[in-house]
């Protein structure tokens, strides 16, 4: 499986950005796609998943409510709009695909990764 991921960069305090992730129909079909972050020192963290079969959401508390996951079938991307950006924002960011588990979707890991993209936030 293979993730593509394009969208990171540098933003201000309380800017914005827009991650995207593509990968082929057959992956997206019926899956978990992810995306986590990892700072400079830290784990790996899950910020946000979406279950592909009926569009079911997670978001960590740290992001709830400035970020938002969505997909769109007809291009193969899954997308993670980042508003009101914080310094803690800031690492490489990833997309993941799998495991297929609607309830864990997002939270813990994935079955494969994309390269990931840098995002500063400064």
């Known amino acids: 499986v293979q993730l593509v991921e394009s969208g990171g960069g540098s933003a201000q305090p309380g800017g914005s950005l827009r991650l995207s992730c593509t990968s082929s129909a057959e992956a997206l079909d019926s899956n978990c796609i992810s995306w986590f972050r990892q700072a400079p020192g830290k784990e790996r963290e899950g910020i946000a998943g979406?279950?592909?079969?009926?569009?079911?959401?997670y978001y960590a508390d740290s992001v709830k409510g400035r970020f938002t996951i969505s997909l769109d079938n007809a291009k193969n991307l899954v997308y993670l709009q980042m508003n009101s950006l914080k310094p803690d924002d800031a690492g490489v960011h990833y997309c993941?695909?799998?495991?297929?588990?609607?309830?864990?979707?997002?939270?813990?890991?994935?079955?494969?990764w994309g390269q990931g993209t840098q995002v500063t936030v400064s």
């Open positions: 979406i279950y592909t079969d009926d569009g079911h959401t």
């Open positions: 993941g695909v799998g495991p297929r588990n609607r309830v864990s979707c997002g939270k813990y890991t994935a079955n494969f």
